[in-house]
């Protein structure tokens, strides 16, 4: 069955820390990528997709994803965070399966960024 | 432009009570999704509609839960005998169809069965 992997569920960081948010994916065909971001009392909002091309993709907000199609992963990263960027982070996969497409969300990773 | 509403915003019931919540999706968006999301997991897709019909409703509990989308516009998912492990946060997303990639989210409704 298709499923997303994130490793981390909780990291703490300090202001101006290097981030990078693990995930996997498992799906053998063709995959649309998404990372979304739930800032506190807010509702879930699109960061980043990736569809095809490169495989680098640059989304709001200074935060950027990596596609390795050999390691089934889709990391997020962001060279220097912010107290701001305080937020619930989803890496979701969109597979086509049953003659529709699915959008299939891991569970999450809560990040805390002190001042 | 407007984003997707929902209300109720939280309700609180006793098991074996009925529920209902409604979404309204981003106007000319064809395709209207409803997720469950459960303290500490990921939002579930339950069901996605296309207009008003339903293309995906494999994952919805199709013994207590139902939902339609009588006009092709607002939607209305009810719970109907709630249980203690319905509690969750429940998701409307519109896209404006069916092979758009990017779904838009509203507020959640944050559903306590008691």
């Known amino acids: 069955a298709q499923s997303v992997s994130q490793h981390n569920h909780h990291v703490i960081l300090s202001e101006a820390a290097s981030l990078e948010l693990g995930c996997n994916y498992s799906?053998?065909?063709?995959?649309?990528l998404f990372w979304y971001v739930q800032y506190p009392g807010q509702h879930l909002q699109l960061l980043l997709k990736y569809f095809s091309g490169d495989p680098l993709v640059k989304g709001i907000k200074g935060f950027e994803a990596e596609f390795i199609k050999s390691k089934f992963s889709f990391n997020l990263r962001k060279p220097s965070v912010q107290w701001s960027d305080t937020a619930e982070y989803f890496c979701?996969?969109?597979?086509?399966?049953?003659?529709?497409?699915?959008?299939?969300f891991g569970a999450g990773t809560r990040l805390a960024v002190h001042p | 432009e407007a984003g997707v509403a929902q209300s109720p915003r939280y309700k609180i019931i006793e098991k074996r009570q009925s529920v209902a919540f409604w979404c309204n999706p981003i106007?000319?968006?064809?395709?209207l999704y409803w997720y469950q999301q459960i303290l500490g997991q990921g939002p579930k897709l339950l069901i996605q509609f296309q207009n008003n019909g339903v293309v995906d409703d494999s994952q919805l509990p199709k013994d207590r839960f139902s939902a339609e989308r009588l006009k092709g516009v607002d939607s209305t998912l009810k719970i109907q005998p709630a249980k203690l492990e319905d509690s969750a946060v429940y998701l409307c997303?519109?896209?404006?169809?069916?092979?758009?990639?990017?779904?838009?989210f509203g507020p959640g409704t944050r559903l306590l069965v008691l």
């Open positions: 106007s000319g968006h064809a395709t």
């Open positions: 799906y053998g065909g063709t995959v649309n």
């Open positions: 997303a519109s896209s404006p169809s069916f092979l758009q990639e990017t779904q838009y």
């Open positions: 979701a996969v969109k597979v086509f399966s049953g003659g529709y497409n699915k959008l299939i």
